[in-house]
C-alpha cells in the first residue's frame, strides 16, 4: 500500500461513506480519514466527487459508479476487494443507497462475503425530520415521487391512512405539480412541510397545511429552487370517519346499483356499519 494510504482501514473492506449535503464543514473526520485511506473511491459522479477531494486534498482514485453500470460493474469492485483492495463507496451527497445507488454492490458484497463498513454522516432525510417538528417516532421514507400525476396520485392514494410520518424527495421543476396532486389526494388540510437547501446559505424549513403551503410558494420563485425534502404529517383517524377504501369501493358501486345495496355491499366488503356508508352517500353521492 503506498504512503498515502497508511491511514488505518481493513483490506478487503468496502466502507460506505457519507458526504456533505451541502456545508462542506459536515463531513466527518472519519470520513476524511478513509477517503484519504482507501484504495480506490467508487464515485456516482466522479467529477462531483473530484472536486470535493480536491478541496480537502485527497489525492485516492475514483472509480464511476452509477445507476446505469452498477450492476455490470460491482463484479469488477468485488474481484479487486477480493484481492485486497480496501474501496469507499460515495455518492454525489449524502449517504449512499438513500435514493443513490449502490444498493446491487452492497448486496453482491454480503452475499460474496466481503466485508462491508458503513460510516454515520449527512442524510437529508434525518436532517430535515430532526427540524420538521412532525412526530419522528415513526416515519417512512418512500423517496422520489414518480414522475407522472397518475403514478403520484396513486402513489398518495396508497398511503391516504398510513399514520407515519411519510418524507419524500423532490425536484424543483416538478414541486408544484406533485403538491397539486398531493392535495388532491390528501386533502388542503393535511399539514406538509418543505425543508430545501438544506445546511446551505439559502435553508429554508416551512410547514403549512397544503391549502397555504401551495400559494406560499407560488409568491416567491426563490422558493421553489434547490434540493427538495417533503415531509408530510400522518394520517389521524377520526372515530368516526369511514375508511377512504370502503368510501371509494360505494363510489364505484353506487355507479351500477341502488345506493342502499351499494352501501350494504361496500359494508361487507370493508367491516364497517352499512348505516353509516348508507348515511354517507346520502349526504355526498346525491
Not at 494510504?5 to 473526520?29: E, K, W
Not at 422558493?223 to 377504501?245: S, T, Y
Request: proline share 6%; hydrophobic share 40%.
Amino acid at each position: 500500500m503506498s504512503e498515502t494510504n497508511s491511514c488505518s482501514v481493513d483490506v478487503a473492506t468496502l466502507y460506505i461513506v457519507p458526504t456533505p449535503i451541502g456545508n462542506l464543514a459536515d463531513i466527518t473526520q472519519r470520513a476524511l480519514e478513509v477517503l484519504a485511506s482507501v484504495d480506490l473511491i467508487a464515485a456516482e459522479d466522479t467529477r462531483h466527487t473530484s472536486r470535493l477531494l480536491s478541496h480537502f486534498a485527497i489525492p485516492t482514485r475514483t472509480f464511476a459508479l452509477h445507476d446505469h453500470n452498477e450492476q455490470q460493474k460491482a463484479d469488477v469492485l468485488i474481484e479487486k476487494l477480493r484481492q485486497g483492495s480496501s474501496i469507499a463507496l460515495v455518492s454525489d451527497a449524502g449517504t449512499p443507497l438513500i435514493s443513490d445507488p449502490g444498493y446491487h454492490l452492497v448486496t453482491r458484497c454480503r452475499q460474496a462475503g466481503v466485508k462491508v463498513v458503513p460510516l454515520p454522516g449527512p442524510c437529508a432525510v434525518i436532517t430535515a425530520l430532526s427540524a420538521s417538528g412532525l412526530p419522528s417516532d415513526r416515519f417512512s421514507f418512500e423517496g422520489f415521487l414518480p414522475a407522472k400525476s397518475k403514478g403520484r396520485q396513486d402513489t398518495f392514494r396508497e398511503l391516504i391512512e398510513d399514520p407515519r410520518t411519510l418524507i419524500f424527495y423532490e425536484s424543483p421543476h416538478r414541486i408544484l405539480d406533485s403538491l397539486a396532486d398531493m392535495q388532491a389526494v390528501l386533502g388542503p388540510e393535511r399539514h406538509v412541510v418543505l425543508a430545501r437547501e438544506l445546511t446551505k446559505t439559502f435553508e429554508t424549513i416551512h410547514g403549512a397545511p397544503l391549502g397555504e403551503l401551495i400559494p406560499w410558494l407560488g409568491e416567491d420563485s426563490n422558493r421553489i429552487r434547490g434540493e427538495m425534502v417533503l415531509l408530510v404529517a400522518g394520517h389521524r383517524a377520526d372515530k368516526e370517519a369511514l375508511p377512504a377504501e370502503a368510501l371509494r369501493t360505494l363510489k364505484i358501486l353506487v355507479a351500477e346499483l341502488p345506493l342502499k345495496k351499494a352501501a350494504a355491499m361496500a359494508a361487507e366488503i370493508h367491516g364497517v356499519k352499512k348505516n353509516a356508508l348508507y348515511k354517507w352517500g346520502l349526504e355526498n353521492l346525491e
